[in-house]
């Protein structure tokens, strides 16, 4: 075989085995890790940042079964927000409220507690049927190396393929290692940056890895932040009284 036609297929070959992971596959490795096998229960504390009004400190319960697509949020803390909830079940989600005793529907990007954390921030994302990776006019994905933390990771921009979605543009930084996400960003239809998320402390959780912490910046109202920390996991068939609205109006009494 010619030298030079020798060199260049291992060179090729090289190239494609260092190439990295497509679009899709990325976006698949995404959505099983979101997707847990058993039920959760945690501990989930909310430390809210606004510019001029220090911090808020909110805790509260989560459970979640995503052989359904179902999570309640109760609230424990502050007292002013004790037994206030959120529960989600198939494609609906409801805001529950102590003082009215009343549940609103309301949307997956709906703020708890106040906070920067959003509906979606609990629940497992079918992403592959949600997004699909940007592409240029000669069908070349967007993405490409990047760092996060110093950290080498895979920067990769989709679009929203359905209506249903809290922002129709996002950026996802996984970790070259392993897939697992490090950042995200969510941009509005103009291409305005409206959310960043920070993702660390993985561990393992019912198969999966599970992001222990979690940094939501409102990239909008500047200064605006919301630390998330859950703790106290326990994985584990859940009574499935609590995955109703019965149970979260009966915590309020």
């Known amino acids: 075989m010619n030298r030079k036609l020798l060199l260049g297929t291992v060179a090729s070959m090289l190239s494609a085995a260092f190439a990295g992971p497509d679009g899709s596959t990325i976006l698949k490795a995404l959505e099983t890790n ?4 058993q039920d959760v229960h945690s501990q989930v504390s909310l430390t809210e940042t ?4 220090g911090a808020k400190a909110m805790r509260c319960e989560y459970y979640r079964r995503d052989s359904d697509k179902s999570f309640v949020v109760l609230m424990t803390a502050p007292e002013s927000d004790r ?13 529950y409220r102590r003082n009215t005793r009343t549940f609103q529907h309301v949307n997956r990007d709906e703020s708890i507690g106040g906070s920067d954390a959003r509906g979606q921030d609990f629940e497992s994302r079918p992403l592959t049927q949600m997004y ?4 240029d006019a000669q069908g070349k994905e967007a993405l490409r190396a990047d760092t996060v933390g110093g950290l080498p990771c895979w920067r990769l921009e989709v679009r929203a393929i359905i209506s249903d979605v809290d ?17 995200d960003q969510s941009f509005s239809t ?4 409206m959310h960043s998320g920070y993702y660390t402390n993985y561990r393992p959780v019912a198969s999966r890895m599970v992001p222990m912490r979690q940094v939501h ?37």
């Open 34 to 37: 979101e997707t847990l096998s």
């Open 50 to 53: 606004r510019p001029g009004q």
């Open 83 to 95: 037994g206030n909830g959120y529960f989600r079940q198939g494609e609906h989600f409801w805001m």
């Open 132 to 135: 699909a990776p940007v592409v």
């Open 167 to 183: 922002y129709p543009r996002k950026t996802f930084w996984v970790h070259q290692s392993d897939l697992l996400l490090a950042k």
């Open 190 to 193: 103009s291409g305005t940056l």
């Open 217 to 253: 910046v409102d990239e909008v109202e500047k200064g605006n932040r919301t630390l998330m920390d859950l703790s106290e996991v326990q994985v584990g068939k859940q009574d499935p009284k609590i995955f109703t609205k019965a149970w979260i109006e009966s915590q309020s009494k």
